[in-house]
């Protein structure tokens, strides 16, 4: 009986303090999120739209955002000449370099939809996903694709995104719980965001229009 006591004592210590953890735990450099998990081909019905239109090609220079040691670009498979790095801040990355950026349950805070926040400042500001995804263009080459997957934001809500076509959607039952907020940093009830990945557009080319969404 004694021994019981002890265990179940330990067992809520342990809880007690993972959930202090959470509480408390700073966001990492560049990310939103305090957690830097990742498993390879996470999501498979995202990475078989980018084996098809990524992964196909020869020579793509593929960007990992944020996820921590880029595992989740594996399932992209092994391509001639696919060459990938893994950054938590792209500052300093080439312009015009990248064929496609992964950017997947990166910038979002989990505890704001834990907690039933109606704002997310000051714990998060769209100006600094605007500025990141921003960046993500300045990396894309003209047809690369940014994808953006769980976030607390919408893309379509940048100004970058006139510059991008959305061309891949999830189904709402792959959309994570995660509330979005709008450019003021207030919640967006019941709001829910399909499009996950863009098409940087190319000048030289006409705009695409809606129904060339891939689902």
Known sequence: MKFRALHLFATLARKSRDTL????RRPLP????AYSHTLPDRYPWLFEFARANVGSLVGARILSFGCSRGDEV??????????FAVAANTAAEPAEFYDAI????????????????TRCDPHLYFKDFERMVADFSRCLK???ILFLHTTNFRFCDTAVSQNFDAVF??????????????RDNALLPGARYRPVAFRKRNPAMPTMSSNSIAV
């Open 74 to 83: 594996f399932a992209l498979g092994d391509a001639e000449g696919m060459t």
């Open 102 to 117: 992964f950017c997947l349950a990166v910038l979002c805070l989990g505890d704001l939809t834990v907690s039933g926040a």
């Open 21 to 24: 953890r959470r509480r408390f």
């Open 169 to 182: 959607e999830a189904g709402l039952e792959q959309l994570a719980p995660d509330v979005l907020f709008d």
């Open 142 to 144: 003209p047809g690369g």
């Open 30 to 33: 560049g990310r939103f999120q």
